[in-house]
């Protein structure tokens, strides 16, 4: 699946870092799973047409089906003037950073669109 998401993102132009964060930073909990795409207004939203139109998870049959589970949380420019210098897009996109703490999740969110995209992000996973 991820693997999809990445190389659709190259293909529409867009960078995409995805990060699961767990509850309380307790890594035995399901996770909760934010994926940012960040590119021109026409990559993403060409992203997630194809996102959901294309077969991209599997039902518990193993037969392949479309996502039903996204939620867009938001959508929207990114506020931080600054993001693109602030931001090591690289660690952000590593697969090696994929299991994240809530920290880390805010502080990213913080980076990309200031107290905006934090507050959203606070929402999903909870903060302080």
């Known amino acids: 699946y991820r693997k999809w998401l990445r190389k659709t993102g190259q293909e ?3 960078l995409l870092f995805i990060k699961e964060c767990y509850p309380n930073d307790d890594y035995s909990k399901r996770p909760t799973i934010l994926v940012g795409i960040v590119g021109a207004p026409s990559s ?3 992203f997630l ?3 959901r139109t ?3 998870d599997v039902d518990s049959k193993g037969k392949p ?3 039903r589970m996204m939620k867009i949380l938001a959508q929207g420019e990114i506020h ?3 993001a693109e210098d602030a931001i090591d897009w690289d660690q952000a996109m590593s697969e090696s950073t994929l299991k994240v703490s809530m920290q880390s999740v805010m502080e990213l969110a913080d980076a990309v669109g200031g107290s ?3 507050g959203i992000t606070e929402s ?3 903060g302080p």
């Open 65 to 67: 089906c479309l996502e």
């Open 12 to 14: 529409m132009d867009a």
């Open 44 to 46: 993403i939203s060409g």
């Open 49 to 51: 047409k194809k996102w």
């Open 80 to 82: 931080n003037n600054d």
């Open 124 to 126: 999903v996973v909870g």
């Open 54 to 56: 294309n077969r991209v």
């Open 116 to 118: 905006v995209w934090r």
